[in-house]
Antibody, heavy 119, light 110 residues
Framework: EVQLVQSGAEVKKPGESLKISCKGSGYSFTNYWITWVRQMPGKGLEWMGITYLGDSDTIYSPSFQGQVTISADKSINTAYLQWSSLKASDTAMYYC????????????WGQGTLVTVSS | QSALTQPASVSGSPGQSIIISCTGTSSDVGRYNYVSWYQQHPGKAPKLIIR???NRPSGVSNRFSGSKSGNTASLTISGLQAEDEADYYCCSYASGSTRVFGGGTKLTVL
């Protein structure tokens, strides 16, 4: 069974750094792309970027380029989303999802990680 | 890269059909046949219901169908059921191998 399991909820202060994770199981992780999607409270989905686990090729949304870093460690089937200096506006639910191997859509999703940034 | 345009809300009675539109540009929806649709119930992760404009993944009800004309894609839900009440998002592949989501549509089953 394909599963993407994300790390737990985080509460941070502005200016702090953070790295959240997304661990895949039940499939060959290195053959797939993993994407990250932001959902601010009460708002819609926003595409942040996507990384290929095989060679770490990463593409960012212009809206998020320079604001976050997407990475992966294929040896442990895990993708990451990190911030070097959080802002209150980073408060949101963050989802990882797998891009289908034969298409462009996202066929499996993680359960989401809630990040709260507050002083 | 602006979000695709969806109606904020639609509603219908059980058994009826509804259509949700998703309007983009010639750089995304109009250029590629890679529009997907996602259903999201409150507090849950999104679920893929349509891929490549009109294809249903295995296990998705045939009451869901998709289409595209020009820069606008559409999701049709026929035979509305109470369980269909959710938020729906379109997503398009775009130039530079990026993606863009629609703003989302809240479906209310009356």
């Amino acid at each position: 069974e394909v599963q993407l399991v994300q790390s737990g909820a985080e509460v941070k202060k502005p200016g702090e750094s953070l790295k959240i994770s997304c661990k895949g199981s039940g499939y060959s992780f290195t053959n797939y792309w993993i994407t990250w999607v932001r959902q601010m409270p009460g708002k819609g989905l926003e595409w942040m970027g996507i990384t290929y686990l095989g060679d770490s090729d990463t593409i960012y949304s212009p809206s998020f380029q320079g604001q976050v870093t997407i990475s992966a460690d294929k040896s442990i089937n895990t993708a990451y989303l990190q911030w070097s200096s959080l802002k209150a506006s980073d408060t949101a639910m963050y989802y990882c999802a797998r891009r289908a191997i034969d298409g462009k859509e996202f066929d499996y999703w993680g359960q989401g990680t809630l990040v709260t940034v507050s002083s | 890269q602006s979000a695709l345009t969806q109606p904020a809300s639609v509603s219908g009675s059980p058994g009826q059909s509804i259509i949700i539109s998703c309007t983009g540009t010639s750089s995304d929806v109009g250029r590629y046949n890679y529009v997907s649709w996602y259903q999201q119930h409150p507090g849950k992760a999104p679920k893929l219901i349509i891929r490549d404009v009109s294809n249903r993944p295995s296990g998705v009800s045939n009451r869901f169908s998709g289409s595209k004309s020009g820069n606008t894609a559409s999701l049709t839900i026929s035979g509305l059921q109470a369980e269909d009440e959710a938020d729906y998002y379109c997503c398009s592949y775009a130039s530079g191998s990026t993606r863009v989501f629609g703003g989302g549509t809240k479906l209310t089953v009356l």
